[in-house]
């Protein structure tokens, strides 16, 4: 019986894990996703060609590797879709759990007017109606994606819907499908979808069972985790590696190693808490070298220093056996390199990340920087103070750095 390996953010999302997860999934027999929306988005480049990645597992390039997405999943039709355009033949390669929940186009329109009513408090969402779909999900009134394989009982379903929720979809002024309009629409997803639409659970426990090589793909990043995260500027689901659990139907004990993706600097996109996010010229260079703009919403992402309180917690919450450090390159030419030590909190020095994480002013140790990294893919030949950086961040985190990114292509990256 195999084990199950779990990818996951650890930072505020965009770490880089689409890279990571299609670079170990060409060794990998399936890859699933367990939650999350398509408010992830997931980059992957291989000669040159650029993937974007919303919904569909980041192992979907390796045309051998089975891709799953899990129960813990909301999956918004439309958006898949689209998405499987992308790729032939996807018949027997990718399953949809049915216990998924769906998320719906007036999910989208419920996050975006809550948002708007927010004002200057708004979360900074990508809009992509995650928050209430989940919301639907624990309060019991959301529809799965096995009910997608019968589109009139779900139309009828969620129009009643409609007419017990009223008051909300009047108060924030959004409107609803007519039924016509909405079946059509339900009869083209079951068309579209109806066949990857399985017992996902089932299909992973044999997986282990017959020894096959298993990845977890977890979307966002520990800090955005709707418990563990900065409350309440996160996402709606479980991104930490217990998630991938519940999230798929797989016990602790099926969990294998633990890697948590970081960048060697730290990004959020969104509003929030961020303490070492740089409003100078180090800052605007990480933006600008990193092209950091979302891939999701094309939003411009905040980029600060390596936060090693942070992903020290980080770390410890996921069990993480190794972390893959990612975008050394964009570090390159600086002359110097902060790295965040420690938090201080109204005057006191404190080394863990508090419940709530306004007000924190970083404490900073300088490293000396080095020319250039990019595209390096043997650890000998990295410059002697790279080396220096990542043997530090090993030894603030308390975690072994076992992978390094040097440019966002495949084979451009170090295992040790
Ligand atoms: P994810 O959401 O964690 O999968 O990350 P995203 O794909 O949203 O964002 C990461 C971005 O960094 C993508 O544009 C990647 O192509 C890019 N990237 C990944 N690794 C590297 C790297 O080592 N160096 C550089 N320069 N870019 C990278
Ligand atoms: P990947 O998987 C970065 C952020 C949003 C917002 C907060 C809540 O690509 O790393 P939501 O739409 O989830 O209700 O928004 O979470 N967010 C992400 N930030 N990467 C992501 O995914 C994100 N998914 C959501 O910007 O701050
Ligand atoms: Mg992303």
């Known amino acids: 019986m195999s084990k199950a390996d779990v990818i ?10 689409g890279k990571i997860v299609d670079k170990l999934a060409q060794e990998y027999d399936m890859v699933c996703r367990s939650q999350g929306g398509h408010n992830a ?7 040159g060609t650029r993937y974007a990645l919303h919904l569909i597992p980041s192992g979907i390039l390796n045309p051998k590797a089975i891709n799953i997405i899990g129960n813990g999943v909301v999956v918004n039709p439309e958006s898949i879709i689209k998405e499987m355009k992308q790729f032939d033949a996807l018949k027997g390669r990718l399953f949809i759990s ?16 809550r948002e708007k009513l927010k004002g200057d408090n708004a979360i900074g969402t990508t809009g992509k109606g995650i928050g209430p779909a989940y919301a639907d999900k624990i309060n019991r009134i959301g529809h799965r994606a096995d009910a997608l394989l019968n589109p009139t009982q779900l139309c009828e379903d969620i129009m009643n819907y409609f007419t017990e929720n009223k008051v909300i979809f009047d108060a924030l002024k959004v409107e609803v499908p007519k039924k016509k309009e909405l079946l059509a629409e339900l009869e083209n997803y079951n068309e579209k979808l109806g066949l990857f639409i399985t017992n996902t659970t089932n299909m992973i426990w044999d997986a ?14 520990t800090m955005l985790d709707i418990d563990h995260g900065t409350y309440p500027y996160v996402t709606s689901s479980a991104t930490v590696s217990a998630g991938a659990c519940t999230g798929l139907g797989i016990a602790p004990r099926d969990i294998g190693v633990v890697t948590g993706i970081v960048k060697a600097y730290t990004t959020r996109v969104g509003n929030g808490p961020f303490p070492t996010e ?39 919450l996921n069990g993480c056996d190794q972390l893959s450090l990612m975008k050394l390159d964009v570090l390159d030419g600086f002359k110097t390199i902060k790295i965040c030590t420690a938090y201080e909190v109204n005057g006191k020095i404190i080394d863990y990340v508090p419940s709530n994480m306004n007000n924190i002013t970083p404490v900073y140790e300088d490293i000396a920087g080095w020319d250039s990294v990019v595209g390096c893919r043997d650890y000998e030949k990295l410059p002697q103070t790279a080396k220096q950086y990542i043997e530090r961040i090993e030894e603030l985190t308390k975690t072994k750095v076992g992978i390094i990114s040097t440019s966002p292509e495949r084979e451009d990256t170090i295992i040790r």
């Open 278 to 316: 740089d409003f100078g010229d180090a800052g605007e260079t990480m933006a600008d070298v990193g092209k950091e703009v979302g891939t999701t919403t094309g939003r411009g992402r905040r980029c600060g220093w390596f936060d090693a309180v942070a992903v020290r917690h980080a770390s410890r």
């Open 98 to 113: 049915d216990k998924a929940h769906l998320n719906l186009p007036y999910h989208s329109l419920i996050d975006i007017a």
């Open 208 to 221: 282990l069972d017959a020894d096959k090589k298993i990845l977890l793909e977890g979307a966002q990043g």
């Open 41 to 47: 988005g997931h980059t992957i480049w291989v000669n």
């Open 8 to 17: 996951v953010g650890i930072q505020w999302g965009d770490e880089g894990k």
